[in-house]
């Protein structure tokens, strides 16, 4: 009767530790970022173009699940489509115009997810897209690996929380830097569904070198505001 003893409280300590742990979820967001920046190409020994400050979307879904050996996984998506000032052909620089799709598929672990949270990962970063200057269009699809760091805490039985993110790579010519920190209030909150409110502040560089024999350098900064829904 012993010998069974303790296979029985391993197996009920394990269903209590695994109905303990966190369930599937989906969690969304989507963003209006109203940026402004500057943006250089082939001329380094000179000032950078002012852009165009425009609004544009940003948007992420993540995947997450109670099985420790398997990353969870997020998906991110920006939209750059901007053009430098006017005033910058007063000054005899041409008008650059970006069209860009940025996107993040990664893959991260939860090393905290209490009132205290924090992720770690990898990934890859794509740019797609093309830049026109001097009558001419130099298209742009570039991979890249990347870092990825989150940290976040909340403010319990309120609703308030706050974050911050970035990822990092500087690898075959490409370097990106894209750090985030936002405020968020929950203003549904039930075993279904939180749906919440945020604003924050982004900075995205980009530096691109020896593309089609250019160098390329891109800072796109500003605030933004939205909505997240986690399922």
């Known amino acids: 009767m012993k010998t069974l003893q303790l296979p ?5 300590l394990g269903l209590c530790s695994f109905a303990q742990a966190d369930f599937i979820g989906l969690k969304g967001d989507i963003s209006y970022w109203n940026i402004e ?4 190409i082939d001329r380094k020994h000179l000032n950078d173009q002012d852009l165009d400050r425009k609004g544009t979307v940003q948007a992420s879904v993540a995947f997450e699940h109670p099985i420790p050996v398997i990353p969870n996984v997020k998906l991110k998506y920006t939209q750059l489509d901007t053009e430098t000032e006017s005033n910058n052909t007063i000054e005899g620089l041409a008008k650059t115009e970006i069209n860009l799709d940025h996107t993040d598929l990664i893959l991260y672990y939860e090393i905290l997810d209490n009132i205290i949270k924090a992720d770690i990962g990898v990934g890859a970063t794509r740019l797609n897209g093309d830049v026109k ?5 130099v298209d ?6 990347i870092i990825y760091a989150e940290v976040g805490a909340k403010l319990p039985f309120t609703g308030l929380s706050a974050k911050a993110e970035a990822t990092y790579t500087n ?3 490409v370097k990106i830097t894209d750090a985030q920190a936002e405020f968020q ?4 909150k039930s075993i279904a ?5 945020k604003v924050g502040y982004r900075v995205l560089n980009i530096e691109l070198n020896d593309l089609d024999k250019r160098d390329m350098k891109f800072n796109f ?11």
């Open 8 to 12: 029985l409280f391993i197996a009920t």
């Open 37 to 40: 920046g500057e943006s250089n």
């Open 133 to 137: 200057q001097f009558g001419t269009s």
């Open 140 to 145: 742009i699809d570039e991979y890249s690996p």
């Open 171 to 173: 690898v075959n010519d």
């Open 185 to 188: 209030y929950d203003f549904v």
């Open 193 to 197: 569904l939180d749906l919440g409110a």
């Open 221 to 231: 900064k500003g605030p933004y505001i939205g909505l997240n829904a986690h399922f």
